[in-house]
């Protein structure tokens, strides 16, 4: 895993880097998507997040979700075509999975992309920490992670 | 750096909430960055975002009052909006903002404050997103991003009617909507209530709001009209927030009282003890409690002493363990009989109205 200004960048994965946006390849063909860290980081803590309707087909930059955190609403864009066939169910109770596990259990929607040729934008690997670290240093984001609620010195309100 | 400035002046409600919505929507890397400045012509309400318009506001009381509800593509809470604020709406294209949020309050709150210090009041920006004087908020705001552009939402507050925000919410019970109303007596203020006879017009303030924008943001301000593009934008916004389905759509953002200011909330909780239902309204400051109501079915002996109770409790941390303490103290102290209601019960039931939802 790349670490760049503490912004955790895993290798494997796939990053739609101008619209801060992860994406895993899942082996029926559909896409697992998230925000990376430094967007939530950028949001802060999440306290709330809306997916569209599963179903729903919407184009490449086109808003799957809406994210509300205690100081900021926003859309988490499509980073390819494509339909909305699940969001994670977990969101609902605990959207601070986002802040705390964004590559993981806090991932938000899983689409089926409609348009393979837009996969090969998406950047991984080397090229991608390369390209997400420039633009991370640009903008001088120094990620941050909220602690687990459980353990000591977690964040309440 | 250049900056239109547009000024709508005094516009229906709808029309008010809608404007800035439509000029972020029909933002373009091309588009100048904006600030459009409107008070609206008659009161309204307004919603967060993800707020469930039912679970917020007395909606059979502002359809009776003829006080409009809408709902924004801002978050937060729900407000009253009416001529008595002036409101400032920032849309900059989002690849001319700061990358963090914070920095991005920290450089639009710039103006607001500098005009309020013109004025004589000396406001300060409280992060995240307050503008405080003395503790007190003076104006909150708001961030979006809508569209291209990255929106920060807030007021010049010349007066304000407290009496009729605390009505509009949707609350438990009077005694919450009292706490509510004497909160925001305390914790909110106005540019008349600093000011006093020595308050400016909303003209001269809103002159000095733009000069103050210009000269914290270094730039050329210009005053310019609307694009029939921006036009239309706003057109279809007012339509899509004037329907039913838009303004009582699901929110699912989970109630948890109501923020007056920055680390001030007011909510109530109800705990079933094996003694009877323990009802705590609680107005929390900065992670204590700052003041606080026990009501309820249970029996507690002598009765007068639960509002000592009350007093006893006021600037104790919300921590669970402390609470009890000092409650146990209370009792063994005072002698009190309270079958089934253990001081952890009282401890609980003021615990849940920080954490959990309040109706």
Redo the contacts between chains.
């Keep these: 895993v790349a670490f760049v200004n503490a912004c955790e960048l895993p290798e494997e994965l796939y990053y739609d880097v101008e619209r801060d946006v992860w994406a895993r390849p899942d082996p029926d063909g559909c896409l697992t998507l998230g925000m990376t860290d430094?967007a939530q980081?950028?949001?802060?803590r999440i306290?709330?997040v809306?997916v569209r309707a599963v179903g729903k087909h919407l184009p490449r930059g086109r808003s799957a979700a809406?994210v509300?955190?205690?100081?900021?609403?926003?859309?988490f864009p499509m980073p390819v075509s494509g339909e909305i066939v699940a969001a994670n169910p977990l969101l609902?109770k605990d959207p601070g999975l986002i802040n705390r596990d964004t590559y993981g259990s806090g991932w938000i929607v899983r689409v089926r992309p409609s348009d393979p040729a837009e996969l090969a934008d998406l950047l991984t690997g080397q090229a991608a920490v390369q390209r997400y670290g420039a633009k991370i240093r640009e903008?001088?984001?120094l990620c941050v992670r909220c602690a687990d609620p459980g353990a000591a010195g977690g964040e309440?309100s | 750096v250049k900056v239109r400035i547009v000024d709508l002046g005094r516009v229906p409600a709808l029309r008010s909430q809608a404007a800035f919505h439509g000029v972020a929507h029909a933002m373009g890397r091309d588009t100048p960055d904006t600030i459009v400045l409107v008070s609206p012509e008659s009161p309204y309400v307004c919603v967060g975002f993800h707020q469930e318009v039912d679970k917020e506001v007395d909606v059979e009381f502002c359809r009776q009052q003829g006080i409009p509800v809408y709902r924004r593509e801002v978050g937060g809470g729900a407000v009253y909006l009416d001529s008595g604020q002036l409101f400032w709406h920032v849309i900059f294209h989002q690849s001319r903002v700061p990358p963090l949020v914070e920095d991005v309050y920290r450089v639009f709150l710039a103006g607001p404050v500098e005009a309020y210090r013109a004025m004589g009041i000396p406001a300060y920006h409280r992060p995240v997103n307050d503008i405080q004087v003395e503790g007190r908020k003076i104006g909150g705001t708001g961030a979006a991003t809508i569209g291209e552009a990255m929106v920060v939402v807030g007021s010049l507050i010349f007066d304000f009617d407290y009496q009729l925000m605390a009505r509009v919410l949707k609350v438990p019970s009077e005694k919450y909507r009292d706490k509510v109303y004497r909160s925001l007596t305390e914790y909110l203020t106005t540019i008349r209530r600093e000011l006093g006879e020595r308050a400016p017009t909303q003209e001269e303030g809103k002159r000095i709001l733009i000069e103050k924008f210009a000269e914290t943001l270094g730039a050329v301000v210009e005053f310019g009209e609307l694009t029939e593009r921006e036009r239309q934008a706003i057109a279809e916004v007012e339509r899509r927030f004037a329907t039913e389905e838009w303004i009582f759509q699901g929110g699912g953002l989970p109630k948890r009282g109501v923020k007056i200011a920055e680390g001030i909330r007011v909510a109530e909780s109800a705990h079933k003890a094996p003694g009877g239902l323990i009802r705590a309204t609680v107005r929390v400051k900065d992670g204590a409690v700052d003041d606080l109501t026990l009501s309820g079915d249970f029996f507690f002996y002598p009765p007068a002493a639960l509002r000592d109770l009350e007093a006893v409790l006021a600037g104790a941390p919300l921590d669970e363990g402390a609470l009890a303490e000092r409650i146990r103290a209370f009792y063994a102290d005072r002698a009190i009989q309270a079958p089934g209601v253990l001081p952890e019960d009282i401890a609980r039931a003021v615990l849940l109205a920080q954490d959990g939802p309040a109706s």
């Design positions: 430094p980081t950028r949001a802060g306290v709330h809306r809406t509300e955190s205690s100081k900021w609403v926003g859309p609902e903008a001088n984001v309440r």
